[in-house]
């Protein structure tokens, strides 16, 4: 376990974070009414997301997300590099982050500051990070983050509120252009049609695998030395292509039994 560092029983990457700015974040962070979190456990479609909104912000205009780096558009709020730089950040902020609920700052909870919660089939997030931890330089023994389940459950349980959108990727997947729209009403955003275009067009999956600013290929060969490949495969069900009968089988026990009590239809992918 070695390759982690372990935050109120949640592994981290040992690269890039520090136990005491988690637990800075977690006490001392302060929210601002006008920041827009992207939320969501590892390999849900974070960096899409993070686009899209770039993209709404811009009306279109890729000139952003074509000349600066997708991690200083939207920092990792829990990584060292990205703290001090949020919180000397003015104006509105874009925030990432994959921080389970009884970490999250504290401040969140007593602001109106919006956040999208992105939830993916955990078949294919298992699959995509299978493949994308195994290019790091670290051998990641165990689940970053912590269980799929536990952070699911927990981030969920705000799916009432006004200033929460949840998403999934399968949505997004199935019906771009709408889930645009959906969350240009969450953030008070207007789009003309043309401009609703070029969002879905630059935020594609072949857009975005050519943007060098949003495609992981800026990352240093110390800690990917073959590269990493984040737009990986971009679809829906890959996992059918790796789990086993009786691995598929086990997993259906497991999902079933984890979230109990929420209904079926949040969860409505193959
Ligand atoms: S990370 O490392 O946790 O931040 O990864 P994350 O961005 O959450 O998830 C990576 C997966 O999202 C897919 N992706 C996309 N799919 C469709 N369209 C677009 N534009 C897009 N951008 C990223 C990416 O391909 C990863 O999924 P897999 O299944 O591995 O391909």
């Not at 962070?29 to 974070?46: A, N």
């Not at 890729?62 to 990584?79: A, F, G, M, T």
């Not at 919006?114 to 290019?135: A, C, E, H, Q």
């Not at 110390?222 to 495969?233: F, H, Q, S, T, V």
């Given at each position: 376990?070695?390759?982690?560092?372990?935050?109120?029983?949640?592994?981290?990457?040992?690269?890039?974070?520090?136990?005491?700015?988690?637990?800075?974040?977690?006490?001392?962070?302060?929210?601002?009414?006008?920041?827009?979190?992207?939320l969501?456990?590892?390999?849900?479609?974070?960096?899409?997301?993070?686009?899209i909104?770039?993209?709404?912000?811009?009306?279109?205009?890729?000139?952003?997300?074509?000349?600066?780096?997708?991690?200083?558009?939207?920092?990792w709020?829990?990584?060292?590099?990205a703290?001090?730089?949020?919180?000397?950040?003015?104006?509105?902020?874009?925030?990432?982050?994959?921080?389970?609920?009884?970490?999250?700052?504290?401040?969140?909870?007593?602001?109106?500051a919006?956040?999208?919660?992105?939830?993916?089939?955990?078949?294919?997030?298992?699959?995509?990070?299978?493949?994308?931890?195994?290019?790091?330089?670290?051998?990641?023994?165990?689940?970053?983050?912590?269980?799929?389940f536990?952070?699911?459950r927990?981030?969920?349980?705000?799916?009432?509120?006004?200033?929460?959108?949840?998403?999934?990727y399968?949505?997004?997947?199935?019906d771009?252009?709408?889930?645009?729209?959906?969350?240009?009403?969450?953030?008070?955003?207007?789009?003309?049609?043309?401009e609703?275009?070029?969002v879905?067009?630059?935020?594609?999956?072949?857009?975005?695998?050519?943007?060098?600013?949003?495609?992981?290929?800026?990352?240093?060969?110390?800690?990917?030395?073959?590269?990493?490949?984040?737009?990986?495969?971009?679809?829906t069900?890959?996992w059918?292509?790796?789990f086993?009968?009786?691995?598929?089988?086990?997993?259906?026990?497991?999902?079933?039994?984890?979230?109990?009590?929420?209904?079926?239809?949040?969860?409505?992918?193959?």
């Amino acid at each position: 376990m070695s390759d982690y560092l372990w935050f109120e029983g949640i592994p981290f990457p040992i690269i890039e974070y520090e136990k005491e700015i988690i637990e800075e974040i977690h006490n001392k962070f302060v929210f601002r009414d006008e920041d827009t979190v992207i939320l969501t456990y590892p390999k849900s479609g974070t960096n899409w997301l993070i686009e899209i909104v770039c993209l709404i912000q811009t009306k279109g205009d890729p000139n952003w997300i074509q000349s600066v780096p997708i991690w200083d558009r939207s920092p990792w709020l829990e990584s060292q590099g990205a703290y001090p730089l949020l919180i000397n950040k003015e104006g509105p902020r874009l925030i990432t982050s994959h921080l389970p609920f009884h970490i999250f700052p504290k401040s969140f909870f007593s602001s109106k500051a919006k956040i999208i919660y992105v939830i993916r089939n955990p078949r294919d997030v298992l699959v995509s990070g299978y493949f994308f931890w195994t290019m790091l330089s670290t051998l990641i023994p165990t689940v970053a983050y912590g269980s799929w389940f536990e952070h699911t459950r927990a981030w969920l349980s705000m799916r009432e509120r006004d200033n929460f959108l949840l998403l999934s990727y399968e949505d997004i997947k199935k019906d771009t252009k709408s889930t645009i729209k959906k969350i240009c009403d969450f953030l008070g955003k207007k789009l003309e049609p043309d401009e609703l275009d070029m969002v879905f067009k630059y935020s594609s999956f072949q857009a975005m695998k050519e943007n060098k600013m949003s495609n992981y290929s800026l990352i240093t060969e110390d800690m990917a030395p073959n590269g990493l490949d984040l737009l990986r495969k971009g679809t829906t069900g890959d996992w059918k292509n790796h789990f086993t009968v009786a691995q598929a089988e086990a997993f259906d026990k497991v999902f079933q039994e984890k979230m109990a009590g929420f209904p079926l239809g949040l969860f409505l992918w193959e």
